[in-house]
């Protein structure tokens, strides 16, 4: 078995977790193939047995990867997600962050996450991606998203009006900071902090949410993911940012832009012991009443 590792980076005080991750898979005779520039940060602190071998891109992801772990938080994980693209290898989050809503294995997890990919008793979560289109190249071969495709102003700038269409029918001008459309799973994210609802993983929709939208009128609405939604941008300025997930390119106002569900997803490894709700208590405090 050959599982893939992936971290943007890792802190002194987390060797020893590192140490244990490499004691686990070796035990379970799992062959790790490290990210390069993360395999570069501490491979010269960690005693390494065994076979190993080293990846640089997503061109090195072939059909031998049987999935892969992210070591970080969320936005880890998010990086992941590009790296995966759609071979339709599956990932699993080990937190090394703060939240870790996706990413939401402990580390003191990790040795029942290694036993379940070895014995393969986990549950794979089948993620919607959103896909940007748009009349100028935008995010090289990676126009994709987990969580969210956003419009927003630059700097501090003016507030911007941002006509939207749902299959080229008018639903609304937004007068806004800037407009998020989230997949199911980003409804947890971004679009939440602004007051979108929450939605399951399962509930094939997006979510268009404003950002400080200058209407009391003016609330998130759930439309199918087979809409095309696509956008008219006027403002004071130029141009505006436009981001998928943590990745953002600063585009001129003229652009035609138009998001849809992507043709592909992402498999999101969840230990059989964990479902949604659980993470939306454990992770968002949800529903907790000190009263009871």
Known sequence: MRIAIYSRGIENNQLEDIEFLLDELLKHGVEPVFFQDFFNQFYSAV??????????????MDSSIDCVISLGGDGTLLDTVTLVKDSGIPVLGINYGRLGFLANIGRDEIHNAIEALVERKYVLDKRTLIHLDSDVPLFEDMPYAL?????????????????????????????????IVSTPTGSTGYSLSCSGPVVFPDSASFVITPVSPHNLNIRPIIVPDNTIVSFEVEGRTDNFICSLDSRRELVPKEI?????KESFGINLIRLNENNFLQTLRNKLSWGLDKRN
């Open 147 to 179: 969580n969210e495709f956003t419009l927003h102003k630059s700097d501090t700038s003016p507030m911007i009006k941002i006509r939207t269409f749902l299959n080229g029918e008018f639903l609304n001008t937004y007068w806004a900071d800037g407009l």
């Open 256 to 260: 035609q832009l138009a998001v849809r």
């Open 47 to 60: 005693d390494l047995e065994g076979t190993y071998s080293t990846f640089n891109s997503s061109a090195d």
